[in-house]
């Protein structure tokens, strides 16, 4: 999350509303990975708004990608709560039960974060498509060093039947220059059955309508990845973030005969003016 920037106290009740619109607008472009990498709340109601470039896997396990110019928009409220096309929707508990000078250190709460699917036009002739999934992820996170965060996410709702789970683990480190910020973050994923054979796995009628092989995933280590990302602050309004994803599936979903690529990439950039 971008840092405190001064705005207008609005009420919080509207925010649900807008949060589904968000999601429903944008879900395809959030799905860069599960951790949560944020700021601590700022001391005052924060919001922005700009334009996001966006470049994802068209499907789990596609060599190709879709690309998409998006608005962007974030609030950030002093007791944790936050809407975001960058986060998503949801709230950070620790001000509220631990207070602000916790907040700097901790971060635990839960969110929504939507997952891409797999698109007809993206799905092999007799391939049930897959429809894009809006999760609910609890996360936490410490900072146990200056320079080092450690991040965690359980998600669920994923998969065909909305009973897909993953787990994701991560350890981000960071370089201040100034007022600007260079991460490196290094994940890896777990999930259920149930969520891999939704993204990745082939049944018996799917196999007999499109000559594929069956395949069924189990539970297991999905991927690991490696991301970078940066924010430059050209003044106190106007900033520029992003973010480069290098995801590379393990296991069962590397071996699916719908995999093209093990190396999935995710690439989001955004200008940001804070009101």
């Given at each position: ?21 968000l999601l429903a607008g944008a879900a395809?472009a959030w799905a860069a990975g599960s ?49 975001s096309t960058d986060l998503g929707a ?186």
């Open positions: 999350m971008r840092g405190p920037a001064a705005g207008r106290v609005l009420p919080w009740s509207p925010l649900p509303a807008l949060c589904a619109a395809p951790l949560v990498l944020m700021d601590a709340p700022p001391a005052e109601p924060s919001w922005s708004g700009g334009v996001s470039l966006h470049s994802w896997p068209s499907a789990p396990g596609s060599s190709q990608h879709s690309d998409n110019v998006l608005p962007a928009f974030e609030y950030l409220s002093p007791k944790g709560a936050f809407v949801g709230w950070n508990l620790v001000p509220l039960l631990a207070g602000a000078e916790a907040a700097k250190t901790w971060q635990a709460g839960a969110r929504l974060w939507p997952q891409f699917g797999r698109p007809s036009r993206f799905t092999p002739k007799g391939v049930d498509r897959l429809g894009s999934r809006l999760t609910t992820e609890a996360f936490a996170n410490v900072q146990a060093t200056d320079f080092l965060l450690l991040q965690s996410g359980l998600s669920w709702g994923s998969g065909r039947k909305h009973d897909g789970v993953e787990l994701e683990l991560g350890a981000t480190t960071g370089l201040p220059i100034g007022e600007d910020f260079i991460g490196v973050t290094l994940g890896a994923t777990w999930a259920n059955g149930a969520h891999l054979r939704g993204g990745y796995g082939i049944g018996a009628g799917e196999s007999r309508a499109s000559g594929l092989p069956e395949w069924h995933p189990r539970a297991g280590m999905m991927d690991w990845s490696l991301t970078f990302s940066a924010e430059h602050k050209f003044s106190e309004r106007w900033s520029l973030s992003g973010e480069w994803q290098n995801a590379w599936l393990v296991g069962d979903a590397a071996r699916s005969p719908l995999t093209r690529s093990k190396l999935q990439q995710t690439v989001s950039v955004s200008l940001w003016y804070h009101f």
